[in-house]
């Protein structure tokens, strides 16, 4: 008899269970000390522009990752450090291609002389 209300009990008392835990369960907080960089919302048209953005960015995350190396031991930090400045050069090297892929991808802006008219060519030679 009991184990008959152990077996009718015990499905709901696991359901409640579960329910309360997952109420308590919290995402991480976001650190919403810090708002977005100006630059995320300026434009940047011009090839220059682009690159000097992507040179920005890759100098923030440069600093931002030499700041978490500070925490580390020495070895450790030695080789975060070293970590943060080959992903800075891959990621120069990675804004430099972008810069070139764009400025190919642009229309040349040289400006051209109209073409004259044929029937402007035809009243000179007579």
Known sequence: MNNKLLASTLPAFLAALTML?????????????????????????????????????????YAQAKKECLKLKRKEAAACRQQAAEARKQDTARALRIFNDYKAAQPETTPTKPAAHSHSRKRAAR
């Open 21 to 61: 835990c997952a109420g308590t369960t919290h995402a991480a907080e976001e650190d919403v000390s810090q708002s977005d960089p100006p630059r995320w919302y300026q434009e940047d048209n011009s090839p220059q522009q682009r690159l000097d953005n992507l040179n920005k960015e890759t100098a923030a995350a």
